[in-house]
């Protein structure tokens, strides 16, 4: 897939550019959660190379869920401040996302500063993909650059709309995400292990059946492995089950060799912090019993089948790992990457996050691991090989 980058644009001087970004992180109470900003870091390069080339940076994004409405916690000024302190330069936050002050404020702006669009999801258009709305938006600016991978499953009005009225290229995070996804998916280096874990199957049921075909091994793990366990017969106590897709699941190869599902697993009687654990074997899980983490035998196992890997794939981690008694599980797999020489590519905002706190040294002592900013994104970029807001940035064959 070959994009139109960011890069091939002639003169960026005095242009107004664009910048869909996606910064959608975890923030509490104006803070983002420790590590929670791989997003806004991964897409410094490119509002750098705009801003050294002369043009005005125009920052889109969206946080949250609002659903078309203004919602004061999902508003945008602390990540502005927090974008501001990366550049060392300042971000100014506007408080709407279009209309005649907007407008003005752009009009007004130098060349060579950066602007940050209020959350583009207060607008209903913007997930309707309103044309209105793209217009709007594409009015403010010369040139569209999409830097926005994690949400590159969206076709929303800032995603696929703004690209029907302005030149659009890929920003250089969304063009690297790309690049390396493709290749994992044309010529991964076999043995090739996919790590599936996280909290709802229904989300993942997809780039399961595509990795049952595509990979050597899959390993399942956190509280969607709890669904698939209890279609394989097994008893799970009261851990949240997607009892919906057990007939789906009984057609799956369940029985597949290359399929790992835990064969322990940590429990409590309750999902809180403080409460005693046991560990035990799978089949002895008791009906009061939440399964809130993989047991280190399954570690071990999983550790096992990682170490002859030269593909690694993870998305999800293993547990509740944000509870200490139930980080364990996360910790292993963090480990058995550090250990390893494949090539890993780990995406979803949680466990990117996991990776950056428990790897013993920073990521980039270890060029083979790359952290994709997509979660639902990645997932879906698997499964398919492409995403709607790709398709405005192909080059023309
Ligand atoms: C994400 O975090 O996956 C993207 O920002 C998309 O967010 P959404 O799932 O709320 O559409």
Request: hydrophobic share 45%; proline share 6%; charged share 20%.
């Amino acid at each position: 897939m070959r994009l139109k980058s960011v890069r091939t644009i002639r003169t960026l001087k005095n242009k107004r550019v664009l910048l869909r970004t996606d910064f959608n992180v975890p923030l509490e109470g104006g803070t983002i959660a420790l590590e929670g900003d791989e997003r806004i870091l991964r897409t410094l390069p490119t509002i750098r190379y705009l801003l050294r080339r002369g043009a005005l940076v125009i920052v889109a994004t969206h946080l949250g869920r609002p659903g078309g409405r203004v919602v004061p916690r999902y508003r945008l000024k602390p990540l502005a401040a927090y974008l501001g302190r990366q550049l060392k330069a300042p971000v100014q936050a506007l408080s709407k996302v279009v209309g005649p002050e907007v407008a003005a404020a752009v009009r007004r702006a130098a060349a060579g500063t950066v602007l940050m669009l209020e959350n583009l999801r207060f607008n209903p258009g913007e997930e309707e993909n309103s044309a209105t709305f793209s217009r709007t938006l594409a009015e403010l600016c010369d040139v569209y650059v999409n830097d926005a991978f994690g949400n590159a499953h969206r076709a929303h009005a800032s995603m696929v709309g703004v690209p029907r009225y302005r030149k659009s290229y890929a920003g250089l995070l969304l063009a690297e995400e790309v690049r390396v996804l493709s290749g994992l998916l044309a010529r991964p280096r076999r043995p090739m292990v996919a790590v599936i874990g996280g909290v709802k199957l229904s989300t993942k049921l997809a780039v399961i059946q595509t990795f049952l075909k595509l990979a050597n091994d899959l390993l399942l793990g956190g509280n969607l492995a709890n669904t698939v366990l209890k279609a394989r017969g097994l008893a799970v106590g009261r851990s949240p089950v997607e009892e919906g897709l057990l007939p789906s699941l009984r057609r799956l190869k369940l029985t597949a060799a290359k399929l790992h599902l835990p064969v322990d697993v940590i429990t409590a009687s309750g999902t809180t912090a403080g409460l005693p654990t046991r560990t035990l074997a799978v089949a002895n899980v008791q009906p009061d019993e939440y399964i809130l983490d993989v047991g280190p035998d399954t570690v071990r196992l999983f550790d096992a089948v990682l170490r002859d890997a030269r593909t690694i794939v993870w998305n999800g981690p293993m547990g509740k790992f944000e509870l200490p008694a139930f980080a364990a599980g996360t910790i292993g797999l963090v480990h058995a990457i550090a250990h390893t020489r494949a090539r890993v590519v780990v995406g979803g905002g949680e466990t990117v996050a996991a990776v950056r706190r428990y790897l013993p040294k920073p990521v980039s002592a270890y060029p083979n691991v790359y952290l994709s900013t997509g979660g639902g994104a990645m997932l879906k970029f698997l499964e398919h090989g492409t995403l709607p807001a790709l398709r405005p940035l192909l080059q023309a064959k």
